[in-house]
C-alpha cells in the first residue's frame, strides 16, 4: 500500500502565509511527480501545483505559492504567501507512483487538510 498524509493546514489572516507539507510511504519503486489540488466550498477539485522529479518542469497556477519536491525524503512542500479568503479550500497532496519497475505507475491522494483564510 501507499499512504500520502499532509500536514500544515490551518486558519491564517488574509495577506498570511502557511506551509504544507506531505509525506509519501509504502510500497513505492519511484515517484514520477507530486503537488498539490485543492477542493473550493461548492466547487470541483482544480490543480494548485505540480512537480515532476526528473528534471525541473512543473505546473502552477498561483504564483504566490512555491512547491517544492526533496525526492530523498518522498516529500512535497507548499509555501503559500499572501494568502487571500478564496484560498479557504481542502488542500489534497497527489503523487504519481509507481510500486515495481514495470513502468506502470498510479495516482494516489491524500486525504486532504483545511486552510481557512480569514480575519
Known amino acids: 500500500q501507499v499512504h500520502l498524509v499532509e500536514s500544515g493546514g490551518g486558519l491564517v489572516q488574509p495577506g498570511g502565509s502557511l506551509g504544507l507539507s506531505c509525506t509519501a510511504s509504502?510500497?513505492?519503486?519511484?515517484?514520477?511527480?507530486m503537488g498539490w489540488y485543492r477542493q473550493r466550498p461548492g466547487t470541483r477539485r482544480e490543480l494548485v501545483a505540480r512537480q515532476f522529479t526528473a528534471g525541473t518542469y512543473g505546473d502552477s497556477t498561483e504564483s504566490r505559492f512555491t512547491i517544492s519536491v526533496d525526492s530523498a525524503k518522498n516529500t512535497v512542500y507548499l509555501q503559500m504567501n499572501n494568502l487571500r479568503p478564496e484560498d479557504t479550500a481542502v488542500y489534497f497532496c497527489?503523487?504519481?507512483?509507481?510500486?515495481?519497475?514495470?513502468?506502470?505507475?498510479?495516482?494516489?491522494w491524500g486525504l486532504g487538510t483545511q486552510v481557512t483564510v480569514s480575519s
Open positions: 497527489w503523487a504519481d507512483i509507481a510500486r515495481t519497475n514495470s513502468g506502470y505507475s498510479l495516482d494516489y
Open positions: 509504502g510500497s513505492i519503486f519511484s515517484i514520477n511527480a
